[in-house]
């Protein structure tokens, strides 16, 4: 099929290569580990466990509390330690279970057992992903339940798997689609059977071809499952971007992908999918990169949720030297960390440590009006007038500039001559946006 994209958008040098080649690593950490509640979109998860309960992998330490939330199951066996704020990736303080961890890794009771998904009806499927605490795992945490339980189930036609990993350095999709190709098809068709009139969409970058004959291969029997190639670009993988390309089909920031008749999924996400339904795991692993020039020996490793982060980066060898930036997720749009005394969490996709600071070493200049930010915005914006309006806390204006439109992937930023902090503003004016209209 030939290759689909979109308008806008940058090529940074992708980092790849420090990673791809290398086989997925099975971390058994015996340290500490935490249990944030709050790892998704929506109200936080509520501890089910007391100081002193012995706890076991599978079991749930943290329950849902409400509809737009999700269940937090322990990845590790041992004793709850405490039910303490911890520090999280964000740097915010979050109410964690804490484990002190047996390093024996005992399972609850049919953890791990195989079952038939297509003996199961598809509010049995929708329970198991909701109990199993799966969210979206590519970044956004949202509760995966949730997005497969739309207002009109019946105008959903196409189901999309996001394995495009269009940011810079990340490798964790590649692998798992090489290494685990039958669980990524198999979980897709899990969620096909939720919606029988959809048609499945593998979008992947067109610099993965590995990948591509490998899922070609399995889906050669399926009807309704397809290879969707798209162009290596950068951010290709966002849901309006991937949503575009590989249909035609646009929707914008008031609006979610099922208005159009889709439903967008990580990789990682539909493998998590499949083990729960099909292998009756629940979500207590994640895939982490970790690479950087700081980093010395890149590699992707299954991690166990609740990990803290240097104990995934001494298993990678360690740092060389003192890194100048530490980014939880990829370059882009990524979090930038000042510790690596933090847990892993659903939402961890990469581990990244770099000698120097780019955007440090960047000096800003006054605007000069070339134009390459407005070339180079995916969502077809002018983010020269759109500073203007957030460097003056002119709220107004900004949203009169679609400003609300941007979902902060940071090309105009990477594109700017000048070295404007574009996006820097922008995130602080949408803030500033959306607290506003809560107040209302």
């Not at 002193?52 to 079991?59: E, M, P, R």
């Not at 190639?229 to 309006?240: F, I, M, S, T, W």
């Not at 009006?369 to 002119?394: N, T």
Request: hydrophobic share 40%.
């Amino acid at each position: 099929m030939g290759k689909a994209t979109f308008s806008g958008g940058i090529h940074p040098w992708d980092g790849k290569e420090l990673s791809k080649d290398k086989p997925i690593v099975r971390l058994q950490p015996k340290s500490e580990m935490v249990f944030p509640m709050a790892q998704h979109i929506g109200a936080p998860a509520t501890p089910v466990v007391a100081v002193g309960d012995a706890v076991l992998v599978g079991q749930c330490i943290g329950e849902a509390a409400g509809f737009v939330s999700a269940n937090i199951i322990c990845s590790v066996s041992g004793t709850v330690k405490a039910i303490e704020p911890r520090q999280t990736v964000s740097g915010a303080k979050v109410l964690s279970v804490v484990i002190d961890n047996d390093g024996e890794y005992k399972t609850i009771e049919g953890f791990g057992e195989k079952r038939d998904p297509k003996a199961l009806t598809a509010q049995e499927i929708r329970d198991i992903i909701k109990n199993s605490g799966i969210v979206g795992m590519g970044g956004a945490g949202f509760p995966t339940h949730v997005k497969l339980t739309p207002k009109n189930p019946n105008d959903i036609e196409y189901i999309l798997v996001n394995a495009a990993e269009c940011e810079p350095y990340l490798t964790s999709d590649y692998r798992e689609m090489l290494e685990e190709p039958e669980k990524l098809v198999g979980g897709l068709r899990i969620v096909l059977q939720l919606f029988p009139d959809a048609e499945g969409l593998i979008c992947i970058e067109d610099n993965k071809p590995a990948a591509v004959a490998v899922l070609n291969e399995l889906i050669k029997n399926d009807k309704n499952i397809k290879i969707k190639v798209l162009k290596a670009k950068y951010p290709q993988g966002a849901e309006r971007n991937l949503v575009y390309a590989a249909t035609g089909r646009k929707f914008n920031s008031t609006m979610l992908p099922a208005d159009a008749g889709c439903i967008v999924q990580n990789v990682d996400t539909i493998c998590a999918i499949y083990r729960a339904v099909a292998e009756t795991t629940p979500l207590v692993r994640r895939i982490v990169t970790v690479s950087g020039d700081s980093v010395k020996e890149p590699q992707n490793f299954s991690v166990p949720i609740g990990t803290n982060h240097a104990d995934v980066v001494e298993a990678a060898g360690g740092l060389v030297g003192e890194p100048k930036k530490l980014v939880s997720g990829g370059p882009m749009m990524g979090t930038a960390m000042y510790t690596l005394d933090v847990p892993v969490q659903k939402t961890s996709s990469a581990i990244l440590a770099f000698a120097e600071d780019e955007v440090e070493k960047f000096e800003s200049s006054p605007c000069i009006r070339c134009g390459r930010c407005v070339a180079a915005c995916p969502s077809h914006l002018v983010p020269q007038k759109m500073e203007i309006a957030a460097r003056l806390f002119d709220n107004e204006a900004y949203e009169k500039l679609g400003g609300m439109e941007c979902y902060e992937c940071g090309s105009c930023t990477y594109v700017c001559p000048a070295g404007r902090r574009l996006t820097q503003a922008f995130k602080q004016t949408r803030r500033a946006v959306l607290d506003a209209r809560r107040k209302k």
